[in-house]
């Protein structure tokens, strides 16, 4: 059975940090792409940044060089650490794998940054 279960979200304040996690199970993790969404109160969900083993990272304009991704495939899972958070950073967060048309979700964490 697949799984992948986000966790690491919060409460934060402006300018400070989180790192979300995303444990995975149930498919064969280092063959698959690893992205971060995120959707906020009546916004669609977008893309925040993707992994894939061997080939690299890329990232939404948004958060440049304040987040980065990465992965463990030892330990099958995804991260992203969140620097310099800003209110407009608030979501819920969702991992998702993919390759080949197979995608599958995470139930997402929420992420919350406010004075």
């Known amino acids: 059975q697949v799984q992948l279960v986000e966790s690491g979200g919060g409460l934060v304040q402006p300018g400070g940090s989180l790192r979300l996690s995303c444990a995975a199970s149930?498919?064969?993790?280092?063959?698959?792409?690893m992205s971060w969404y995120r959707q906020a109160p009546g916004k669609e969900r977008e893309l925040v940044a993707t992994i894939i083993s061997g080939y690299g990272t890329n990232y939404a304009d948004s958060v440049k060089g304040r987040f980065t991704i990465s992965r463990d495939n030892a330990k099958n899972t995804v991260y992203l650490q969140m620097n310099s958070l800003k209110p407009e950073d608030t979501a819920v967060y969702y991992c998702?794998?993919?390759?080949?048309?197979?995608?599958?979700w995470g139930q997402g964490t929420q992420v919350t940054v406010s004075s």
């Open positions: 998702k794998a993919s390759r080949l048309g197979r995608n599958y």
């Open positions: 149930g498919f064969t993790f280092s063959s698959y792409a």
